[in-house]
């Protein structure tokens, strides 16, 4: 949105220079800047007085000009159509650059003499006009630069709105704000309609079959209309505004539509078939032409204007090309309406267009604007295209749309700012911007319906905040306040999950969550999938059912681009048709980096199980066990269920090399997936305080032999049962095969850490603990003890 400045001054008494209310405006949350559009251009281009014309010989259309600048006669030839003598002209002096480049000099036409061009609108830039000369008011100052007189050396004050303020898209609304800012009231346009005894509701009718999409539907009728070039203070405020000056009609309705933030649209009556106007859904397959002469083949969420047979225009978005303004056009049939922004933004995107008009219904006009609108539009078409109008406003507003109300507290708005601001001055903020108060024991606003946006007592509280400034508003170096929110403890437990998996080398990915079905029955079987009713790519038309899948895509995506070497991690969710849930996902492939003293080493499962152990370790999660079952994508040589108790919390193992493949994977892959609920369930709480040993530990290894075949979980849960309470620690710190051995045994080494809490253990009560527990393992799992 633009507005000249000299336009805000007609409308508040504004003591602020353009920088400093750019700035005002830009604290209050609407982010504003200066510029000077025609600041360095119409240099030597001043006002002149055509003192002499006369016609040249040979020649149908030139006429020499003496023209008076001030400073003396300057001969000029000329050839517009309108040129006459008396008249007060643009005149671009010998040096002067015209829009596009082009630079005045001497030159002789048909041998006569010139010495400077005397311009139209469209060799100043200012429209597409060249039918004719400017002609200026008789009473124009000869001499004076033409930027100063036409009133061009503006500043344009832009604002970069956000979605939410649709009552900013109109000068009035800028004027509002600025007006509250500073203190001062809206000095609005006054002016008296005069209607004519014929009733417009005679000549017209208005009917709407879709309330929902058009609540709100008027017209004023205007008869005997002469089309013609609009007063240039209408041009300017237009140009000044980016919109380009077409005829009276047309710029009047462009004119009320940036005052009031309310789109128009005048149709040409008489091209109408049936004297009427019906709102309502389009047809499957009607075929309609806008004013760009595009052909459209419509469908029914494009909301349509008719004449009770054909459309005339698609509702808030364009015109159609049948029913337009053109010179001869003397009735017009002016329409005010408002239209749900839903169904506007639907319309303009099957269309594939964007107007004025859609962006300011799409955004939410004001339903109640529709008569003030449409009477200050005929007011101007009568006064400047001598338009008669009839009697009435045609208003269909089956729907009434009535201002909300709000529950407001003057002392939670100083709680939750932090202020000590008065009612009186938060009920001054509310009534400069057009707010209504009620008087009663409890307070309410009632709420414009400019200002769609304006839904809560926050949102109040929030229009104060910025209209007191946010610079005023007190720091405060702790969190405090009825808005202060306590950190979710799940939210505690994700972050703490992310910083432990990233200490321990891995990279966080972010999945989109969507899948592509064949691929997801690989990793999950028969589980079952939540399918998208309108999929994006046939690739993408379920939502994954396992986080196991973006994993999988994302370690394929890094493969692909030679990152070999992956140590991945995510927190996300996964879905079902019935719920969805939280994972916890972890994938290794490649090797570790290598070293000055070492070569790196091939990833293997127990990376993964490293990083789960530290996890447990950072959250006050017990150490979970592996039980060997098999899992689809996994080999089953390595494919485990993850427990606590008797509790299932995930899956892991080694990815199959058929399934890895599917996903351009040709190297080994292991895969972790725990379930988050399950694993923040099971946190031991925090213990505020444990003292420190107040007796010393008693340290002890044990090496065995067993069979390939004996699982490690199995005996560390004999040694912990035998060990009981003095078992401080317990912890597997080698593990060997080879030749020295033999075939298809392994040595492991534990070691333990025994202590009381009550007296000092002796040697004779620990070592018989270690014999125990060495005998059981041989009994249990035949296992051999290494001595040394």
């Not at 052909?295 to 808030?316: F, Q, S, Y």
């Not at 939210?491 to 910083?499: G, M, N, S, T, Y």
């Not at 912990?720 to 030749?739: M, N």
Request: aromatic share 6%; with cysteine; glycine share 8%.
């Amino acid at each position: 949105m633009q507005v000249p400045y000299s336009w805000i001054k007609e409308l508040v008494d504004v003591d602020w220079e353009p920088q400093a209310l750019a700035d005002r405006l830009t604290i209050a949350g609407e982010e504003t800047e200066i510029e000077e559009p025609f600041a360095g251009q119409f240099e030597h281009i001043l006002v002149g007085h055509v003192a002499e014309l006369e016609k040249i010989e040979n020649s149908d259309h030139l006429k020499k000009a003496m023209v008076d600048t001030g400073n003396g006669l300057v001969p000029v030839v000329c050839g517009a159509p309108n040129v006459a003598p008396g008249q007060k002209v643009v005149f671009a002096e010998v040096g002067a650059v015209l829009h596009g480049g082009m630079e005045i000099k001497p030159v002789k036409l048909r041998g006569v003499q010139s010495q400077g061009m005397i311009c139209s609108e469209r060799e100043l830039g200012l429209t597409d006009d060249h039918s004719g000369i400017i002609v200026l008011d008789p009473d124009a100052p000869v001499g004076t630069p033409i930027l100063a007189y036409l009133g061009l050396k503006d500043h344009i004050i832009k604002l970069d709105l956000t979605p939410n303020r649709s009552d900013l898209l109109s000068v009035f609304g800028v004027a509002r704000d600025i007006a509250c800012l500073c203190g001062k009231k809206v000095r609005r346009p006054v002016y008296k309609l005069t209607e004519s005894k014929e009733k417009a509701a005679e000549l017209a009718t208005v009917s709407i079959d879709d309330p929902d999409a058009c609540p709100r539907y008027a017209a004023r009728m205007i008869k005997n209309i002469k089309i013609g070039p609009s007063p240039w203070w209408i041009k300017k405020k237009l140009i000044m505004s980016g919109m380009r000056p077409i005829s009276n009609v047309v710029d009047i309705t462009n004119l009320v539509m940036l005052e009031t933030g309310h789109p128009l649209h005048a149709f040409d009556f008489d091209k109408l078939e049936r004297k009427e106007i019906l709102v309502r859904r389009a047809k499957d397959g009607e075929l309609f032409t806008t004013l760009d002469g595009v052909e459209h083949r419509l469908t029914p969420e494009v909301l349509m204007i008719t004449d009770g047979n054909k459309g005339i225009a698609a509702a808030g978005v364009m015109g159609g090309l049948d029913s337009e303004v053109t010179d001869a056009t003397t009735t017009v049939l002016l329409e005010a309406a408002y239209f749900n922004p839903v169904t506007i933004r639907r319309g303009r995107l099957h269309l594939g267009m964007t107007s004025e008009s859609s962006v300011r219904f799409e955004k939410g006009a004001d339903p109640n604007m529709v008569p003030n609108a449409a009477d200050r539009a005929a007011f101007l078409l009568q006064k400047y295209a001598g338009g008669e109008v009839l009697k009435g406003l045609i208003d269909c507003y089956p729907k009434k749309i009535k201002p909300l109300k709000v529950q407001f507290r003057p002392e939670r708005a100083n709680a939750i700012l932090g202020t000590k601001l008065t009612p009186k001055r938060m009920h001054t903020i509310l009534k400069g911007l057009d707010f209504g108060l009620t008087e009663t024991k409890t307070p309410k606003v009632e709420v414009p319906t400019f200002r769609p946006d304006v839904t809560r007592e926050i949102d109040l509280i929030e229009e104060i905040a910025r209209i007191e400034g946010l610079d005023n508003i007190p720091t405060s170096d702790r969190n405090i306040g009825p808005l202060l929110t306590k950190a979710r403890e799940d939210d505690l437990f994700r972050d703490r999950v992310r910083a432990t998996l990233t200490a321990q080398g891995y990279d966080e990915i972010y999945g989109v969550g969507l899948a592509d079905a064949p691929l997801m029955k690989l990793l999950t079987g028969d589980q079952p999938q939540l399918e998208i009713l309108n999929p994006i790519a046939e690739d993408l038309a379920i939502m994954q059912n396992d986080i196991i899948y973006a994993l999988m895509k994302a370690v394929g995506h890094n493969l692909a681009h030679r990152n070999l070497n992956l140590r991945l991690f995510e927190v996300g969710k996964a879905f079902s048709p019935e719920n969805e849930f939280m994972q916890i996902g972890l994938a290794v492939t490649g090797k570790t980096d290598d070293h000055w003293y070492d070569k790196g080493r091939e990833f293997e499962f127990y990376d993964v199980k490293g990083a789960i152990d530290a996890l447990c370790a950072s959250s006050r999660i017990p150490e979970l066990t592996y039980a060997t079952e098999a899992h689809l994508p996994f080999v089953p040589e390595c494919s485990f269920t993850l427990k606590l108790g008797d509790h299932k919390v995930g899956r892991a193992g080694r990815m199959h090399d058929k399934t890895a493949k599917r996903f351009d994977i040709k190297q080994p892959v292991f895969i972790a997936v725990l379930d988050f609920a399950a694993m923040f369930a099971v946190r031991v709480p925090l213990e505020a305080y444990k003292p420190l040993p107040r007796f010393p530990a008693a340290p002890r290894d044990l090496a065995v032999i067993v069979d390939e075949t004996v699982r490690v979980g199995d005996m560390l849960d004999t040694i912990r049962e035998l060990g009981g309470t003095w078992l401080e620690q317990l912890d597997v710190f080698d593990l060997y095969r080879g030749k020295q051995i033999g075939e298809n045994k392994k040595s492991l080494a534990f070691a333990m850490v025994y202590r009381s809490a009550e007296r000092s253990l002796e040697n004779e009560e620990v070592n018989g603990v270690q014999e125990k527990i060495a005998d059981e393992l041989k009994k249990r799992f035949n296992a051999e003890i290494r001595e040394g």
